[in-house]
T-cell receptor, first 110, second 113 residues
Framework: GQQVMQIPQYQHVQEGEDFTTYCNSS?????IQWYKQRPGGHPVFLIQ?????EVKKQKRLTFQFGEAKKNSSLHITATQTTDVGTYFC??????????FGTGTSLTVIP | GAGVSQTPSNKVTEKGKYVELRCDPI?????LYWYRQSLGQGPEFLIY????????DSGLPNDRFFAVRPEGSVSTLKIQRTERGDSAVYLC???????????FGEGSRLTVL
């Protein structure tokens, strides 16, 4: 079955440092979504990427979809304590169901 | 309400009991998903509805799990003969047919003693 892996599993950064999480799929994806889950909360949608090589920015967050549409990355510039949480990528299988990655847990040290 | 509503928020039951978890999606969202999330893990896909029918139930772990959405809105996830390994947060999400963005509820935390 489809597998979506993320690295690293955990990341601790000093406030102000940059952070990147990588998502890799065993199959080609038609699109990929990113979600953020705060501790004790539920996943919240951040963005969807559709096109090969697509890059989208949201303030300090930059999302990229690989040329082969099998990998993606999320980069946060100058992290803040409000960035704390677990970041998941999610890709669709044959239908519209989305399989979530293993997640990267971000801790920001003030 | 404006968001996805799940009840109960917490459920503690004994091994072997039957449990129902309810999800009320955002009005107008035709797609509804159930996921299960264990501590430190990503959401695990269980089942996906498009309207009233289960478009994909390949994630249901075994025949003790069943879900319905009889009128294309509210959905109920049913777990028979619960086991301790069923303990997790059960997340429901809905989406509009054409956008694919998933809106999650707060989840139902199930604890099987």
């Amino acid at each position: 079955g489809q597998q979506v892996m993320q690295i690293p599993q955990y990341q601790h950064v000093q406030e102000g440092e940059d952070f990147t999480t990588y998502c890799n799929s065993s199959t080609t994806l038609s699109n990929i979504q990113w979600y953020k889950q705060r501790p004790g909360g539920h996943p919240v949608f951040l963005i969807q990427l559709v096109k090969s090589g697509e890059v989208k920015k949201q303030k300090r967050l930059t999302f990229q979809f690989g040329e082969a549409k099998k990998n993606s990355s999320l980069h946060i510039t100058a992290t803040q304590t409000t960035d704390v949480g677990t970041y998941f990528c999610a890709g669709p299988a044959t239908g519209n169901q989305f399989y979530f990655g293993t997640g990267t847990s971000l801790t920001v040290i003030p | 309400g404006a968001g996805v509503s799940q009840t109960p928020s917490n459920k503690v039951t004994e091994k072997g009991k039957y449990v129902e978890l309810r999800c009320d999606p955002i009005s107008g969202h035709t797609a509804l998903y159930w996921y299960r999330q264990s501590l430190g893990q990503g959401p695990e896909f269980l089942i996906y509805f498009q309207g009233t029918g289960a478009a994909d139930d390949s994630g249901l772990p075994n025949d003790r799990f069943f879900a319905v959405r009889p009128e294309g809105s509210v959905s109920t996830l049913k777990i028979q003969r619960t086991e301790r390994g069923d303990s997790a947060v059960y997340l429901c999400a809905s989406s509009h047919l054409y956008t694919g963005e998933l809106f999650f509820g707060e989840g139902s935390r199930l604890t099987v003693l």
